[in-house]
């Protein structure tokens, strides 16, 4: 499991759009012409993005595949002293 931090990537919702743009983009540079420089994203979208190969002999596989490694986002945001002085509370009587 990839831990992405939120506060480096904004919008979760977005990340994930970002991570199927960047897919999307590999698929279709693989099968374009050569010659063409490879797409390029974000250092945390390129994370979670994977190339993986089709098995068998290259004559009769298909296309590799890029695919999203699973991945959770991290809430590392600063927190309202509420919500410090509750999370301290908690630590308290787990520990």
Known sequence: ???IPLSQIGSVDQFA??????I??????????????????SELV???VARIPEAGP???RGPDKFVALP????????????????IDLLRETIG
């Open 1 to 3: 499991m990839i831990d």
């Open 71 to 86: 991945y959770q986002i991290i809430d590392d945001l600063p927190k309202t002293p509420e919500q410090q002085k509750a």
């Open 46 to 48: 390129e994370r979670v």
């Open 24 to 41: 999307d983009a590999c698929t279709a540079h693989m099968l374009g012409k050569p010659g063409v420089p490879a797409p390029r994203s």
């Open 58 to 60: 290259v004559a009769a």
């Open 17 to 22: 759009i970002d991570v199927q743009h960047y």
